[in-house]
């Protein structure tokens, strides 16, 4: 359910970057929409991966296939975080410029 909701803001981000509205409050929204969805996924894994250790049914392979995903999902969290947090900056000094023009 958070990798669909995390897909469809992905979609709407890059609808706006189609659009040319890339700098706008509803662009830094959906980015925080998918680090928000990041870190429930990665919540979701830890959670099932440390059930699966409890029960001792985690395979090597599984474990491998979990931490990969573990790890792509960091740096998507992180990612989308540098790029949400540059975005309000940018789009600070974009309203301070039209203030002085």
């Known amino acids: 359910m958070p990798f669909s909701y995390a897909l469809y803001q992905a979609l ?5 970057l189609i659009n040319n509205h890339v700098f706008s409050k509803t662009a830094v929204h959906s980015l925080g929409m998918i680090k928000h969805c990041a870190g429930s996924i990665i919540i979701i894994y830890v959670i099932g991966m440390l059930f699966l250790v409890m029960q001792n049914a985690l395979h090597p392979g599984v474990a491998l296939i979990g931490l990969a995903i573990l790890f792509l999902t960091i740096v998507i ?14 789009m600070s000094f974009k309203s301070e ?5």
């Open 77 to 90: 969290l992180l990612f989308s975080a540098v790029l949400q947090d540059l975005l309000k900056k940018v």
């Open 97 to 101: 410029n039209e203030l002085f023009i």
């Open 12 to 16: 709407k981000l890059l609808n706006y």
